[in-house]
């Protein structure tokens, strides 16, 4: 599976959207966008994917750019529960295997 | 609840011991996984099983064993473990193994050896 790229650790205030990024620039036509994130002490959460339109469900937004080599995962509105690593994943829709990066730490403020 | 359970919760045992991790599924899928998750490391796949049937293994020691009964169960028996063994211990499932299926983890078993 092609490599993303994402910032170490982010911060975000409480509240307030938060808009994470992931570039992928050597991603295939055939490679799903996952994201999922682990809270201290526990295993990794599914939180969304997409393969190329924008996605959204419950818990956040995907939203794809046009020539896919970047996403951004969207909380619209940051709680502390949302404290975790957040991980950008591309996988092949051929692959089973799931490849973990290092993820962003996302910090919420109160 | 993910709808993974794994027992135990935590184990420490010493490099002559022989162990066993055990993950269940309430979820009705196929796939189940093992990952390893070591201090300031990425998660690891260890193993992959769709139908019962192993089809992955990442280079895995052999003193690490898995065992696939059913779709529901999996385990992972463990013996003459070494102390960089410890480490979080990941079981998750997934309906499909093809890349558009979602994973769903458990809460791990912290495994210390002594």
């Known amino acids: 599976d092609a490599k993303t790229t994402q910032p170490n650790s982010m911060e975000s205030n409480e509240e307030e959207p938060v808009h994470l990024p992931c570039n992928h620039s050597t991603i295939s036509g055939t490679d799903y966008i996952h994201w999922y994130r682990q809270l201290p002490s526990q295993g990794p959460e599914y939180v969304i994917h997409?393969?190329?339109s924008n996605v959204n469900n419950r818990m956040a937004s995907l939203a794809i750019a046009e020539d896919r080599k970047s996403s951004t995962l969207i909380l619209h509105r940051a709680t502390l529960r949302d404290a975790a690593v957040y991980y950008c994943i591309l996988r092949n829709f051929g692959n089973e295997k799931l490849t973990f990066g290092t993820g962003t730490r996302l910090t919420i403020i109160p | 609840e993910t709808g993974v359970t794994q027992t135990p919760r935590h184990l420490v045992m010493g490099m002559t011991n022989k162990k066993s991790l055990k993950c269940e599924q309430h979820l009705g899928h196929n796939a189940m996984y093992w990952y390893k998750q070591s201090a300031k490391k990425p998660l690891e796949l260890m193993f992959v099983?769709?139908?019962?049937?192993?089809?992955e293994n990442n280079s895995v020691p052999s003193r690490f064993s898995p065992e696939c009964p059913n779709s529901s169960h999996l385990f992972l028996h463990l013996h003459t473990l070494q102390p960089e063994d410890s480490a979080l211990y990941l079981c998750?499932?997934?309906?499909?193994?093809?890349?558009?299926?979602?994973?769903?983890f458990g809460p791990g078993t912290r495994l210390t050896v002594l």
């Open positions: 099983y769709n139908f019962k049937e192993q089809t």
């Open positions: 997409g393969l190329t």
């Open positions: 998750a499932s997934s309906q499909g193994t093809s890349g558009d299926n979602e994973q769903f």
